[in-house]
């Protein structure tokens, strides 16, 4: 059952639910069975990869193969933006709460320092 799960790989398991058990009422209730339900849940997770997977050997055989070409660019800076190192977003400009805040801490801490050393002696 699992390989032909598989094997159909329609994400709405529509298909899989009329092939293997002949109606989606059937396939509707297996599924929320406790046993079985968390065996589909496993399969439903592994078929999202297998997707996933398919579509980056597309791409990456699209971007190859016609490198160069519109179609090629296309595909490689789709493989760029989803597979690719993510700049982490800039920072703007700290809030009027933010700078508060920092500068309560600062004196705090100054004030902290500055009964230490009074303990101290210094």
Same mark, same amino acid.
Request: charged content about 30%; hydrophobic content about 35%; aromatic content about 10%.
């Given at each position: 059952?699992?390989?032909?799960y598989?094997?159909?790989? #329609?994400?709405?398991e ?9 109606s ?5 209730? @297996?599924?929320?069975s #406790?046993?079985?339900?968390e065996v ?13 997977s398919? *579509? ?22 789709w493989?760029?933006e ?7 977003p800039?920072?703007? *400009? ?14 705090? #801490?100054?004030? @902290?320092t500055?009964? #230490?050393?009074?303990?101290l002696? @210094?």
């Open positions: 059952m699992y390989q032909k598989m094997e159909i790989g #329609d994400p709405t529509y298909t899989q639910a009329v092939v293997l058990l002949g989606w009422d059937h396939w509707v209730t @297996l599924t929320a #406790d046993w079985f339900g589909v849940g496993k399969w439903r997770a592994e078929l999202k990869v297998k997707m996933e398919d *579509r980056w050997m597309e791409a990456n055989e699209t971007a190859t193969n016609q490198s160069g070409t519109p179609t090629g660019m296309s595909a490689t800076r493989l760029a989803r597979y690719g190192v993510q700049p982490k800039k920072r703007g *400009r700290p809030s009027k709460a933010e700078k508060k805040a920092a500068l309560n801490e600062y004196v705090e #801490d100054q004030e @902290l500055k009964e #230490d050393a009074e303990r002696g @210094l």
